[in-house]
């Protein structure tokens, strides 16, 4: 990640809160009375109020795309790589925007935030949300924001997710999808990996059935084994091969349980500061949303029909080496597009990254990225 | 797997224990005093000892081959499918030994035995066990069996591993080797699982650093997980999708964290059934021992020059789908001895099964494998 590089960067960004009043209808039935978004945006909103973009966020990170939030930070956002002046999604031509999705832990109404009806942080009693839950939220989102149609949407892995339900659910609202490392549904495999990441958090004696804050503790353990399982996932066999292979922390076999190999180290390293920064029943949720995303389902199991009242002009970008979400899975939505006669790019990156890849700055990718955002630009003269 | 049918099996068979007084050296550094193998054996020696074959076991399985134990037993031995009378090996035509490795929890010494000089479990004390450290106890085993050479050595994943190391330890003492569904070593991919199956294990607090048999607890959360995780990499894909797809149990979305899909109510039944007949402590030497294994460490890092001595004819096996030990990686193995004009045939299963695949009859892999053993045991008249 580059360090604090302001001419770079979208610079120094605070992320602001929309309160919204109106309850809000969940697929699961029940419905929030009350909540908030937490959001950031960057770049201007032209006088047309036309050249909006909405970023979905994957599974753990949040509405911190782009730049520092203080002159301090360490790290800037999580997509700094394609967000920024001169860069595939440019703010200076874009007004970019992105909020932690409902359920999370970023400043968003969650099971950490306070149930105003108890007085007490929502824990397991916050309601099981999708992905077509969080496309609803942002629909009033956009509403209040003013902006008649989103110039494009535009995610990666789960986000990739979303962007797919928004150009289903309101087919007027996006000019443009960019699907970007995801799939259509979760496989078999996907649902078993979030089921054992589940199970590791529930199984965590800290975990008290989801009521850890009242016992001011949560289920670290828990949480960090799910993270390293994760990071697993994101990564290709290769790339752990590159960064990895064999090495040994001390150069030779220790005969012990404490680290040993380089990648025992990665992976400790990343649970551990994973649990510092992220609630366990977020991520229950998230891993939820993920395994119930089947737009499919709602259009008898078919992805052509689910396709078919689609407006938008679709790019879906998979990487090679991508084991989680595959290119053969961004094929099928490539498909079910195709099914119906609708236009879309397809690219596979050659990347030998692993899930990961989308974040980061791969030649090919940012260029045709970047290509492709500047084209649609230049054919609506933004 | 085949209900009780004697007519087609080893039938009714008991494990013996062999006692061993010489102290073994570990590659550790330190040494075990005393200590027992069980095994099984089924088949006959016959007058010129040469018909005997060794059987090497996995991660998680055990000396229990073939046949069953009692007349009550639901299920047979772990290879049932490929041991017994007309079977690839043939019971009517060899003499069929497994021995329980040591670090083992089905009667071999190992942390759950009592170590002689506390009287109390061995626990986390038991030493870290590697796989030419079974080779090693083997070798005594194979002493006081009065076998000369084994005629074939054979083994699966792990044990396909203990095949490759006889063979470069006692290049002497087999005839054949038959590596089965292997990797002449880990990749780092393979480690990570490994790691969060141990930390799954070693964070929770039942483990009591490996001394849960004096609280009359077991792990048995972590041990779970490991399994539940373990079972994810011995499928593949594809074997997901056709035996669970996306299904439901209660053939819609529960919208709650109790189990919801067909393969989350798999995994669970996998990983609670495996804690009540698995010792946690010998699931993190396993592991350990798979994450150790590479004989080509000893020789410059270079297989080609593990593999100089190696007078074994080999056959290697390997599954298409299988991603935890790949195709790529038993060609690994066959490069390495024809690096040196070794005889070895290899052969790649069109099978979707993945790594469990090894166990399964799939008729093209059950008719490969019978040929070869009748060709070779032909060849010596056996």
């Known amino acids: 990640m580059p360090d604090f590089n302001p001419e770079n960067s979208v610079g120094i960004v605070s992320p602001q809160t929309m309160h919204f009043e109106e309850p809000l209808a969940l697929d699961c039935g029940r419905s929030l009375k009350d909540y908030h978004l937490t959001y950031e945006s960057y770049g201007s909103l032209n006088k047309n109020r036309d050249n909006a973009i909405l970023i979905c966020h994957a599974l753990s990170s949040d509405h911190?795309?782009?730049?520092?939030?203080?002159?301090?930070?360490?790290?800037?956002?999580?997509?700094?790589?394609?967000?920024?002046?001169g860069k595939p999604i440019d703010s200076d031509r874009f007004f970019i925007v992105c909020s932690n999705n409902l359920g999370g832990c970023k400043g968003s109404t969650g099971?950490?935030?306070?149930?105003?009806?108890?007085?007490?942080?929502?824990?397991?009693?916050?309601?099981?949300v999708t992905v077509k839950d969080w496309v609803r939220s942002q629909e009033v989102f956009r509403q209040k924001l003013g902006i008649k149609q989103w110039f494009a949407i535009v995610g990666g892995?789960?986000?990739?997710?979303?962007?797919?339900?928004?150009?289903?659910?309101?087919p007027d609202r996006l000019k443009h999808a960019l699907v970007i490392a995801a799939a259509p549904k979760l496989s078999a495999q996907?649902?078993?990996?979030?089921?054992?990441?589940?199970?590791?958090?529930?199984?965590?004696?800290?975990?008290?059935?989801?009521?850890?804050?009242a016992h001011n503790v949560s289920p670290k353990r828990g949480l960090m084994l799910a993270r390293m399982l994760g990071h697993i996932t994101y990564l290709s066999d290769d790339a752990m091969r590159q960064k990895f292979g064999r090495d040994m922390r001390e150069g030779k076999i220790n005969f012990g349980f404490d680290v040993n190999f380089e990648v025992e180290s990665y992976l400790?390293?990343?649970?551990?500061?994973?649990?510092?920064?992220?609630?366990?029943?977020?991520?229950?949720?998230?891993?939820?949303?993920?395994?119930?995303?089947?737009p499919a389902a709602d259009y008898n199991n078919s992805l052509a029909q689910a396709f078919k009242h689609v407006r938008a002009r679709f790019l879906v970008i998979s990487f090679t080496s991508d084991w989680r979400f595959s290119p053969a899975r961004s094929k099928e939505i490539v498909k079910g597009l195709l099914d119906n006669y609708k236009p879309v790019t397809y690219v596979e990156i050659e990347a030998n990254q692993g899930h990961d890849a989308f974040l980061m700055p791969i030649d090919d990718y940012i260029e045709i990225f970047s290509t492709y955002m500047n084209t649609i630009?230049?054919?609506?003269?933004?």
């Open 268 to 294: 400790r390293y990343q649970g551990n500061a994973f649990v510092d920064r992220f609630d366990a029943n977020t991520y229950l949720l998230m891993t939820k949303a993920l395994d119930y995303f089947d």
């Open 64 to 85: 911190h795309v782009a730049g520092y939030n203080s002159p301090d930070d360490k790290k800037p956002g999580w997509w700094e790589t394609c967000i920024g002046p």
């Open 190 to 213: 996907n649902i078993a990996f979030n089921e054992v990441a589940r199970q590791a958090i529930m199984s965590d004696p800290d975990f008290h059935k989801g009521n850890y804050y």
């Open 111 to 128: 099971p950490s935030s306070v149930d105003p009806e108890t007085n007490k942080p929502y824990g397991p009693d916050f309601p099981i």
């Open 157 to 170: 892995s789960l986000g990739g997710m979303q962007v797919i339900q928004w150009s289903i659910d309101y």
């Open 377 to 382: 630009a230049n054919e609506d003269g933004l």
